[in-house]
């Protein structure tokens, strides 16, 4: 769901193209996003979760994947071990 939250904002966004989410080595640095796009892209998860996610710049290096997975551990560390489930809008139910 993480996933989609964020492929959704950077689709509707970012106006990032839907197709290069096809491909499985997608790098973060690829989706043609520039500093201040990559950091309004975190703050919106920032947002969405209640904390600061740490050296939001080390994601520029990552596949979109390990990004998305490195964003999830953060999320989970900050709610004792759980991803709060989202809503339909993709806010979490239970703030």
Do not use: W
Not at 33 to 50: C, H, K, Q, T
């Amino acid at each position: 769901m993480l996933e989609q939250v964020i492929r959704n904002y950077l689709i509707g966004q970012a106006k990032v193209d839907p197709v290069k989410f096809d491909n499985p080595e997608l790098r973060v640095a690829d989706l043609g996003l520039d500093s201040l796009g990559l950091v309004e892209m975190l703050f919106e998860i920032e947002d969405r979760y209640g904390f600061q996610l740490s050296d939001p710049m080390k994601f520029q290096t990552m596949t979109f994947r390990d990004m998305v997975s490195a964003v999830d551990a953060e999320i989970r560390e900050h709610n004792g071990g759980t991803l709060p489930e989202l809503d339909a809008l993709g806010f979490p139910s239970n703030p």
